[in-house]
T-cell receptor, first 112, second 116 residues
Framework: KNQVEQSPQSLIILEGKNCTLQCNYTVSPFSNLRWYKQDTGRGPVSLTIMTFSENTKSNGRYTATLDADTKQSSLHITASQLSDSASYICVVDTGTASKLTFGTGTRLQVTL | KAGVTQTPRYLIKTRGQQVTLSCSPISGHRSVSWYQQTPGQGLQFLFEYFSETQRNKGNFPGRFSGRQFSNSRSEMNVSTLELGDSALYLC???????????????FGPGTRLTVL
């Protein structure tokens, strides 16, 4: 069964600190892996997209890594800001919108 | 370029009623997908439309239906509402169904449906 598991479920960090979110998947076939940021009550916004051959991708303070052999990905947030407070969703894409497998997300709260 | 828009943003209905949600994709995008998001289940695929044709349907009962118009705008309808239908309904658009780094999927803000 295709699954995407994320950890931790929730996380609280102080502003300015770094954090790493994890994503393990058992999805096949694999086309690409996406990380989305979703603010409360809003739609998800794409942060990074990585194909099988890419093992790291950055978008500002967000850096995603992918290990296709172990089927693991991580999202590292550097120098967190209050605006980083959101849910972060890992999505494995088999190539079509109908075949996206979503993780249940990590809820991040950045505090002063 | 305007993003994906969804109307209404919030909706309150009672059990047994029906509801219609609307989605306008990004200009030029012909593929529209609908998702249901609940705290317990996360995002779940409902259906996908491309060029007015339903290409794929998720594992939801027949009470959930949709359609796409010639201008790519899409509607989804839920009949005989149940309490468990309370969720955030998200619409996403892309140029075509085949997603890639060059054909991303963009989400709308969602419609928050509450069934009492």
């Amino acid at each position: 069964k295709n699954q995407v598991e994320q950890s931790p479920q929730s996380l609280i960090i102080l502003e300015g600190k770094n954090c790493t979110l994890q994503c393990n998947y058992t999805v096949s076939p694999f086309s690409n892996l996406r990380w989305y940021k979703q603010d409360t009550g809003r739609g998800p916004v794409s942060l990074t997209i990585m194909t099988f051959s890419e093992n790291t991708k950055s978008n500002g303070r967000y850096t995603a890594t992918l290990d296709a052999d172990t089927k693991q990905s991580s999202l590292h947030i550097t120098a967190s800001q209050l605006s980083d407070s959101a849910s972060y969703i890992c999505v494995v894409d088999t190539g079509t919108a109908s075949k996206l497998t979503f993780g249940t997300g990590t809820r991040l709260q950045v505090t002063l | 370029k305007a993003g994906v828009t969804q109307t209404p943003r919030y909706l309150i209905k009672t059990r047994g009623q029906q509801v219609t949600l609307s989605c306008s994709p990004i200009s030029g995008h012909r593929s529209v997908s609908w998702y249901q998001q609940t705290p317990g289940q996360g995002l779940q695929f409902l259906f996908e439309y491309f060029s007015e044709t339903q290409r794929n349907k998720g594992n939801f009962p027949g009470r959930f239906s949709g359609r796409q118009f010639s201008n790519s705008r899409s509607e989804m309808n839920v009949s005989t509402l149940e309490l468990g239908d309370s969720a955030l309904y998200l619409c996403a658009s892309s140029l075509s169904p085949r997603l890639s780094s060059y054909n991303e999927q963009f989400f709308g803000p969602g419609t928050r449906l509450t069934v009492l």
